[in-house]
């Protein structure tokens, strides 16, 4: 497969995958007014948070070259599957970079009783890896 062809077989790819998404499964309103199956251009770059217009000559097969941060982020975006993750970076031409595993960090009682003191006022912990965690 040449370089064109691949191109054109990932927008193709991307177009399948976007119509396959349901506006529910990401957490938005359907809406009535839908022309297409699936998800919008738009809906997808901004849940990738990548510009409208980059993603569509993306769709298009036009000759750029994603990052492989924007493939991540469509891989998330339209919440891919380990093998079309793989199929994704292959249509790419970049190499799949190993699966982060995400570890849970827990919040320490204390901590958790500072929380707890702080109420009402908002308040929120960072991790390790500047990650966010989530308060029951």
Request: charge should be positive.
């Given at each position: ?53 980059w993603y569509t000559r993306l769709e298009q ?76």
């Amino acid at each position: 497969m040449n370089d064109s062809e691949r191109r054109l077989a990932l927008g193709n790819f991307l177009r399948d995958l976007r119509s396959s998404v349901s506006p529910l499964d990401v957490g938005l309103l359907p809406g009535n007014r839908r022309r297409t199956r699936g998800l919008r251009r738009e809906e997808v770059a901004g849940i990738a948070n990548i510009g409208l217009s980059w993603y569509t000559r993306l769709e298009q097969g036009r000759d750029i070259r994603p990052s492989v941060g924007v493939l991540e982020s469509l891989a998330s975006a339209l919440k891919l599957t380990p093998n079309e993750r793989r199929h994704l970076f292959l249509l790419a031409g970049e190499s799949l970079p190993p699966q982060s595993t995400i570890i849970e960090e827990k919040i320490s009682p204390s901590i958790q009783d500072m929380l707890n003191e702080l109420n009402p006022n908002p308040a929120y912990v960072i991790g390790k890896k500047w990650g966010f965690f989530s308060l029951e």
